[in-house]
């Protein structure tokens, strides 16, 4: 069963990217080794083919380049408008993404696809707009060459000494629906430069001196066609994998990431690795202690590396602790990691007695794995790994601290005083100052107070309490082994416990966010509308994050009302809920895709905005306010778990609801099935006596008596009242079905209600002796009255109609507390106990009879109920004392309002 499942999953998962293939548009590369390759030039040519076989083509950008050639090409294509943006006094030239969205073409040609786009624009860069017109199934062509390629972007630096910032994903280049390669050789291309075909001329001269080197080139060349051959190896792979099914490889590549600049080096390096070893690529972060004191600048290149790693489809992993090589190894063997790319400075050893290095240790803890390290070629940056090997680092000495450490300081020398005063040992008075030590590195935040504790407390030993006292020498030549020993036990003790509490502060800190997460599980499991998986799945995102939270839930395909929660229970700032910012979660919700603050798309927003989704649905967006200080990995890992819980409850909550919405329709499509069933044959009876009786009046009228003729007239009157009541209870029952039962309530007398109805019930009444009797003279009751006149209608008439002539129906009010009582007893045989929890039921008759046989749909108790239980009331049915039935039912009571 569960391979079945499986095969299932993996067949709807099949259908589902097959059918986002078919609305998204195609991507299509002309790429290069070097600019004057003639990528534009090929792109145009291909343009010009398209529209000759009738597709709607047009030129969204193609950069300006001083080439006639390629400029001759743009006649006869429609040319889209570029926008132009101010900056730093001059204006820029940029595609207009907007307009090509309204225009939407077929097919649009889009030039540099590796592009900076200018500040203010919608997204950073220009794949990211080449990403909005696919997702908006227009087809594009693009250019780019193979220093924008992002992992390739260190190795062409190696080659040219030009370090390329205008970079795309390799996931951009590998999912392109085609890739053209525009080749040319290299020699050739140095002609075309010199000629002035590429570049002016005093740009030509320096090129061909410096970049354009025949070199340079033909290294370029290879590296695109191996690029290119990857390309397909990879496309090759991918599609013998759909067909025979998953590919399984033991190698997993892990990288760790730090703010060193030399970093995305070595993420780019186990990027290719893990490309070429059809790998799973895993970028780890090990925060220690030093990461709260780690600098501005540092932290904002740790992000830009955690951004590049994700990027190159590394899966981002954080964990905690002191011992980085310890952390990164036990990773490692957790995670089968096979491989580990690390970088190494070139420099030496600075000394005989250093200690090992990180990548020394990690070799150490790690002999089984293979270890791949990356030479640190750039210029000299002390790493946030590197810093916390280094010791102590900035520091910045707090008051309170201070003052913690001098505190016990003195009460550690009291006791000591106290010590000495009652002749206790020396090792007493030094295990006093080694727990005062220990207590400094407890209470305070820095082990450097602890450090200067340490020493202080020697001195204050050997100042104090030695002889000579209140002097630094000391006669007896054991004393300095003794302070020695008391120095090292004081700061080795110190130093532990400083340790410890980081490692607890980690440890309390990974666990909080944890349990954020599995508590999170546990209460959506638990909430069962909408309403309150927003408000549970907000609540514990405030939790975690500390920041304020808008929730857009998404209702009919549009953003619904946003809903607000900020940590400190205050109104969250209104800017946070303007036009702009709305407009940014507007397009997250259109796009699927994360946009807005610490993001390349809407970077100007407040806020950073997810979809809460599962695959392509969207259930909401929620925007986080982002100050100076941006999401961790490890708390933007936290936060996409917690967003797909809550994606899945409100998927499940919609699944349920629109189940019970099928249920009732059901239901009704049945119900109006029998409906007309019974219809069909019970009013075939009256109508047909109806029919009969008017025709003999009609032709022999004259010769019947008056007895006979009013007993006709009789027989007339009951059945069209009988039909009367029927098609009452008909749209009674229809308006229930369609949820249009409306009640108008108002203050109605019960006494004059109760009259109303029984001007109404069936004539054979006159048979039966019907009483009414009221407790009070006045009871007022809040009701529909013309709904309450239908229910005692029915419950009357279903007395007349199951008790013999001559019984006795009496209908009794009262008022207890808010409610109305109304009870409507018969003394006839009664209703046997089996049948009394089907009375109430729809199409039900009593004695047995089934519900179409005549004048006996089972509709006037289904619908006294409906009535009885939309005006927030009750009713129910009892025996008689000593035989018969009682029907009672609840109705809300109403206050008499006396004006003087």
Avoid at 198 to 211: H, I, L, M
Avoid at 852 to 862: A, E, K, N
Wanted: charged residues 25%; neutral net charge; glycine residues 6%.
């Amino acid at each position: 069963m569960s391979e079945n499942n499986l095969m299932a999953d993996k067949l709807l998962k099949a259908i589902q990217e097959e059918e986002r293939d078919k609305t998204r548009g195609h991507l299509k590369i002309f790429f290069g080794y070097a600019a004057g390759v003639g990528k534009t030039y090929a792109m145009l040519k291909a343009a010009h083919e398209a529209k000759q076989r009738g597709i709607d083509v047009i030129a969204g950008y193609i950069e300006p380049h001083a080439r006639p050639k390629t400029a001759a090409l743009l006649h006869g294509l429609e040319v889209l408008p570029s926008k132009s943006v101010p900056y730093n006094g001059i204006t820029l030239r940029e595609f207009d993404i907007d307009a090509a969205l309204q225009r939407k073409p077929q097919l649009i040609l889009v030039d540099e696809l590796a592009h900076t786009n200018a500040d203010g624009s919608r997204h950073a860069k220009r794949y990211q707009d080449i990403k909005e017109l696919l997702y908006a199934g227009i087809d594009v062509y693009t250019t780019v060459n193979v220093q924008h390629i992002e992992s390739l972007n260190d190795m062409v630096a190696s080659i040219t000494g030009v370090f390329v910032r205008e970079r795309i994903p390799d996931s951009i280049f590998d999912q392109a629906d085609q890739v053209e390669l525009v080749d040319i050789e290299p020699q050739e291309l140095i002609e075309r430069l010199k000629e002035g075909n590429v570049y002016r001329e005093s740009q030509a001269k320096r090129a061909v001196n410096n970049f354009f080197t025949v070199e340079n080139l033909t290294a370029l060349r290879e590296i695109a066609l191996r690029r290119c051959a990857d390309r397909v190896n990879i496309l090759t792979e991918n599609s013998r994998i759909k067909s025979h099914g998953d590919y399984h490889t033991d190698e997993h590549i892990l990288v760790c990431l730090s703010s060193s600049p030399s970093n995305a080096k070595l993420i780019r390096t186990a990027a290719r690795m893990a490309n070429a070893f059809r790998s799973d690529f895993t970028a780890l972060f090990v925060e220690t202690p030093a990461f709260s004191a780690m600098k501005a600048e540092d932290k904002k290149r740790l992000q830009d590396n955690v951004h590049l790693a994700r990027q190159l489809g590394a899966k981002i992993e954080t964990v905690y602790g002191d011992d980085i090589p310890l952390q990164v190894a036990e990773f490692a063997r957790l995670s089968g990691v096979s491989k580990i790319v690390i970088g190494r400075s070139v420099a030496a050893k600075e000394h005989l007695f250093s200690k090992p290095t990180l990548t020394e240790k990690l070799i150490a803890h790690a002999p089984n794995l293979d270890v791949h390290i990356i030479p640190d070629t750039t210029s000299p940056h002390v790493s946030y790994y590197a810093k916390k090997s280094k010791g102590i680092r900035r520091l910045v000495f707090s008051p309170a601290d201070l003052a913690k450490s001098i505190g016990i300081l003195i009460a550690t020398t009291s006791i000591g005083f106290l010590f000495q005063k009652l002749g206790f040992a020396e090792a007493n008075i030094i295990t006093v100052y080694v727990l005062g030590v220990l207590l400094t590195s407890a209470i305070t935040t820095h082990r450097i107070y602890s450090l200067i504790s340490s020493i202080v407390s020697v001195l204050l030993f050997n100042f104090l309490f030695t002889v000579p006292r209140f002097s630094l020498e000391a006669y007896d030549q054991g004393y300095p082994v003794t302070f020695i020993i008391m120095f090292l036990a004081a700061l080795l003790t110190g130093s532990l416990a400083t340790q410890l509490k980081n490692h607890a502060k980690q440890s309390a800190q990974a666990a909080y966010r944890t349990k954020v997460l599995f508590d999170t599980n546990q209460i959506l499991q638990q909430e069962k509308n909408q309403e309150d998986i927003i408000s549970a799945t907000s609540r514990q995102l405030v939790k975690l994050l500390g920041r304020g939270i808008v929730f857009y839930p998404v209702e009919n395909g549009l953003l619904g009302e946003a809903r607000t929660f900020s940590p400190d229970g205050n109104v969250l700032d209104n800017s946070c809920l303007s036009v702009n910012e709305k407009g940014v979660a507007k397009w997250v919700l259109k796009n699927n895709k994360h946009a807005g603050a610490t993001t390349d798309t809407l970077s100007d927003a407040k806020c950073l905005y997810l979809a809460v989704r599962i695959m392509d649905r969207v259930y909401g967006v929620v925007g986080i306010v982002i100050g100076e200080q941006p999401l961790d990995a490890f708390e933007n890992s936290i936060l996409l778990s917690i967003l797909g819980e809550c994606a899945m409850s409100l998927e499940n909550e919609k699944n349920v609801r629109e189940k019970e919405e099928a249920a009732i329709l059901a239901r009704n499509e049945q119900l109006r099935a029998n409906l007309l069933r019974a219809i069909s044959h019970d009013l075939r009876t009256p109508l047909t006596s109806i029919s009969g009786n008017a025709s003999n009046l009609l032709s022999n009228g004259k010769s019947f008596d008056e007895d006979t003729k009013l007993q006709l007239y009789t027989d007339i009157y009951d059945d069209s009242m009988w039909l009367i009541n029927l098609v009452e209870n008909l749209l009674a029952v229809t308006r229930i079905e369609e949820g249009r039962l409306n009640i108008r309530a108002s203050a109605n007398l019960i006494d004059e209600v109760i009259a109303e109805a029984l001007h109404h019930v069936n004539r054979k009444s006159v048979e039966h002796c019907i009483t009414v009797k009221h407790e009070e003279d006045f009871i007022l009751a809040k009701i529909d009255a013309r709904l309450i006149v239908q229910v005692i209608i029915n419950i009357v008439d279903n007395a007349i109609k199951y008790t013999p002539k001559g019984s006795h129906i009496q209908i009794k009010t009262r008022k207890q507390d808010e409610h109305v009582i109304v009870t409507v007893a018969d003394d006839g045989e009664g209703i046997p106990d089996e049948l009394k929890p089907k009375v109430f039921d729809m199409f039900y008759s009593g004695a047995n009879k089934i519900a179409d046989s005549r004048r006996s749909l089972g509709l006037g108790l289904s619908l006294c109920k409906s009535i009885i239980h939309a005006h927030g009331g009750t009713i129910s049915v009892s025996d008689n004392i000593p035989h018969g039935t009682v029907f009672t039912f609840t109705l809300p009571a109403e206050e008499a309002q006396i004006y003087e």
